[in-house]
């Protein structure tokens, strides 16, 4: 595998449910990042973690947990998930050092919320 | 609160032709990256643009920063079927936070 993955691709899940997504980095970056875009939406940053430590919470509803057990891991956690939290999950990763943040991105998830 | 504002947001050209696509920022940075993502795909970085003046080119695309005047442009010279895709400027507000712009899709006719 090389770059950033992302697994599943497709998911369909009901308001009910209980899900993870996963991302995972081949690059050995440091950090990794969460995106929400949406269909009308520039895409937005939900969450940034540096050397596993969580950085940034860009004021995301709790029915999103992000958990990242070491720097090449991060998952989504997802519960209770209401129809307007469809939206395409794009994962990214990036070296934190110099002057160049440069993200890689994974595939995404595409996440319909029934 | 820093805002990323391109333009246009649709574009419609003929091969062969050249355009260019507007990137504009509220307040102060000086990194900015242009991605392009297809249909149902990821996000691809094409250029990252580190400094006031800094330009980078690939085939057919340019990019350039203005900081001063916080304006990025990508330009397409002699475009062809190929470059038909969404593109994207972000510009980073600090902290590794990158604010991206609401994308111009282009597409490019035969």
């Known amino acids: 595998e090389t770059g950033v993955t992302q697994t599943p691709r497709h998911l369909v899940m009901g308001m009910t449910n209980k899900k993870s997504l996963k991302c995972e980095q081949h690059?050995?970056?440091?950090?990794m990042y969460w995106y929400k875009q949406s269909a009308k939406k520039p895409l937005e940053l939900m969450f940034v973690?540096?050397?596993?430590?969580?950085?940034e919470n860009n004021s995301v509803p709790s029915r999103f947990s992000p958990e990242c057990p070491n720097s090449s891991h991060l998952f989504l956690h997802l519960h209770t998930l209401q129809p307007e939290d469809s939206a395409l999950y794009l994962c990214a990763s990036s070296q934190v050092s110099g002057v160049n943040y440069e993200q890689y991105f994974g595939p995404g998830t595409r996440l319909t919320v029934t | 609160e820093l805002k990323v504002e391109q333009n246009p947001l649709f574009l419609s050209m003929q091969e062969g032709k050249n355009y260019t696509i507007y990137c504009n920022y509220s307040t102060t940075s000086d990194r900015l990256y242009w991605y392009r993502q297809d249909p149902g795909k990821s996000l691809e970085s094409l250029f990252v643009?580190?400094?006031?003046?800094a330009v980078k080119q690939e085939g057919r695309l340019m990019a350039s920063l203005d900081t001063k005047a916080r304006l990025s442009t990508l330009h397409i010279t002699a475009a062809v079927h190929d470059l038909s895709a969404t593109y994207f400027c972000a510009v980073d507000s600090g902290a590794q936070k990158l604010v991206f712009g609401q994308g111009t899709r282009l597409t490019i006719n035969p």
């Open positions: 643009l580190l400094s006031n003046g």
């Open positions: 690059l050995g970056h440091n950090a």
């Open positions: 973690y540096n050397f596993k430590e969580q950085t």
